[in-house]
């Protein structure tokens, strides 16, 4: 890992060797969002003003799916896929490695994000504050 890296005026965390690629993917994930991903796109980037969120960030050998990085806030939005146990496993792992970071990582169901919002926002701010 390469520490704080200077890109394009942002701090990023990510890898050298591996960045290239990764934007790629990053690229690709922000013209491609899940509905619940759209949905809360919509919400962090209207409601949320005075917190800058960026969407499919890189940080380390990761693209987290929403990140504050002046409050340190890591948004995750899971998919179905993300109950099966060895995803599971693997989300937990990514969390603790983004936590030992320094961040904190929020995660969310697609349907949390897409039945209630409402109580998403809340838990945001709730951070946030």
Known sequence: MA????????????????YGLLKVYARENRKNM?????VLWMSLSKKFLGHKFYRQHI??????????????????????YHSEPRQAEDDEIR???????GFHVLRFSNEEILNNIEDV?????????
């Open 34 to 38: 899940t509905l619940a991903e759209r």
């Open 121 to 129: 926002e809340d838990r945001i701010l709730d951070f946030l504050k």
């Open 95 to 101: 969390s603790r490695h983004l936590e030992n970071m």
């Open 59 to 80: 940080i380390g050998d990761y693209i987290v799916d929403f990140l504050c990085h002046e409050d340190g806030l890591i948004i995750e939005v899971d998919g179905g």
């Open 3 to 18: 520490g704080n890296n200077k890109y394009n005026g942002r701090m990023t965390y990510a890898s050298p060797d591996r």
